[in-house]
């Protein structure tokens, strides 16, 4: 059976992307990047802190790891909570212990819900990324644009009351975007996001706002991906994103720096049975000539 060949035609189709945000380009032809202390590879390790009410909702989509069962569905709310009682703090002890900084994306919620960890991240110095107000907060293209900038606003917004900066950067829940999404995240004043997956280098966009920095965080990477949908082991996951750091390592000696985002959940690499393969990992990457750990914004170069 053969397309309809309207079914190629609509209004954004062009090279690249299908949109005119920016233009193409190849990786390996871009002027080389040199990242502070002349670092080849850049690790940004990106913690999602969220809060899942007991109720999910399913306009536009449910949320990727949301309740699933007839309320109250306390298995699965209970498990997610464990991440924010602790999982989190024993990935601020293997943050400290090789003294890395890291993104973390925060709902509104938690900044309301649990302040204690607002103010624990920041004297801790790592930064605070915008993540939605909860996770029900998702976005796709079909909500109301004014539904749209509420979340974007109020999430930073309430993480800004919360720590006394507004967060320059954002995460959307399963890196979904609306077509607007680009553009109301410049004019609420964001200078980088974390949605689109489609390099391993920041590049820039404009919109009919101003521009904006995408940080590439690599969905196939994360603890979730390998984790829980895969089925990995823990020191599965640990091998990959040595192996993974072991190829852009060599990349960047021929092609100037590279990027390798570590995308983690505190409830799932948080438990006891796992917690000890991520320290095994930072401690390794630590080690690593060459190698610094970022945050999204300083790679990004917002912060």
Not at 114 to 135: F, Q
Not at 219 to 234: F, N
Request: aromatic share 8%; hydrophobic share 40%.
């Amino acid at each position: 059976m053969s397309l309809d060949p309207a079914y190629l035609a609509y209004p954004h189709r062009a090279e690249g992307m299908d949109h005119d945000l920016y233009h193409w380009s190849n990786l390996f032809d871009r002027p080389p990047i040199v990242w502070p202390g002349e670092a080849k590879l850049a690790v940004s390790v990106v913690i999602s802190l969220e809060w899942f009410p007991i109720t999910a909702s399913d306009k536009p989509f449910r949320a990727p790891g949301h309740m699933q069962t007839a309320y109250p569905d306390y298995r699965h709310y209970t498990s997610r909570e464990y991440g924010t009682r602790i999982g989190f703090y024993r990935m601020l002890d293997a943050l400290a212990a090789v003294g890395a900084k890291a993104s973390v994306a925060v709902n509104g919620a938690i900044a309301e819900r649990y302040p204690a960890l607002l103010r624990d991240i920041v004297a801790a110095g790592h930064e605070i990324v915008a993540h939605a107000t909860d996770m029900n907060a998702t976005i796709a293209t079909g909500i109301a644009e004014e539904e749209e900038r509420a979340i974007i606003r109020s999430s930073l917004d309430m993480l800004e009351k919360a720590t006394g900066r507004r967060p320059a950067g954002w995460l959307s829940i399963a890196r979904s975007q609306s077509w607007n999404t680009p553009r109301l995240l410049v004019e609420e004043g964001v200078c980088y996001m974390l949605d689109w997956v489609n390099d391993e280098l920041p590049y820039r966009m404009t919109t009919v706002a101003g521009g904006i920095v995408n940080v590439p965080l690599n969905h196939e990477l994360s603890d979730r991906q390998i984790i829980t949908t895969q089925q990995h082991s823990a020191d599965s996951y640990r091998v990959q994103i040595e192996d993974a750091a072991d190829w852009l390592m060599t990349e960047a000696v021929g092609y100037g720096g590279r990027m390798l985002p570590l995308h983690l959940t505190p409830y799932i690499m948080g438990l006891p049975y796992r917690i000890g393969a991520l320290e095994t990992l930072l401690q390794g990457l630590a080690g690593r000539e060459g190698l610094s750990f970022l945050t999204t914004g300083d790679i990004a170069g917002c912060i």
